[in-house]
């Protein structure tokens, strides 16, 4: 995945500065990562030529290590956007909620977004599932923002 660069004005009139938004991506298999890799894309495309990301990416069966665990951790506190592309699972896949429980300890007090790209859910259409449950928990403990997509 490239860079690639946001522009931002501090203030009216200033020159735009461009930004790199530091995106760290939590996948289950090829799905899941090529899911996420075209909501990139697509979010590339809406921000125009400006934009920048820098995305460090985990398969989730990865972190059965613990220091890998603390690895993905700390690059998620250093990331502006965690996103995680699911399987829609009856809870959050226990490497995903290992890094996750770590990264409320290690993150900083700035503002954080989470974004979950998750199977589309047939069964459930009024409802959220029990990972989207779970992340809103999350995110609040985390004062941080909850994206959802499917």
Not at 74 to 90: K, N, R, T, Y
Not at 96 to 114: E, G, I, N
Not at 120 to 137: F, G, I, W, Y
């Amino acid at each position: 995945m490239s860079a690639e660069a946001v522009q931002v004005s501090v203030e009216p009139g200033q020159a735009p500065v461009n930004a790199v938004l530091d995106v760290l991506l939590l996948y289950e298999d090829l799905g899941t990562a090529l899911r996420a890799t075209q909501s990139l894309d697509r979010l590339s495309r809406r921000l125009g030529s400006g934009a920048k990301f820098r995305a460090r990416v985990w398969r989730l069966d990865l972190l059965d290590e613990p220091l890998l665990v603390e690895q993905a951790a700390i690059e998620a506190a250093a990331a502006d956007v965690i996103i995680l592309s699911l399987h829609d699972h009856h809870e959050l896949p226990a490497a995903a909620s290992s890094c996750l429980t770590r990264w409320l300890v290690l993150k900083a007090d700035r503002p954080y977004a989470l974004a979950a790209l998750l199977d589309p859910e047939p069964n459930r259409p009024d409802s959220d599932s029990p990972v989207l449950a779970c992340l809103k928990r999350i995110t609040k403990i985390a004062h941080a923002d909850l994206f959802c997509g499917s």
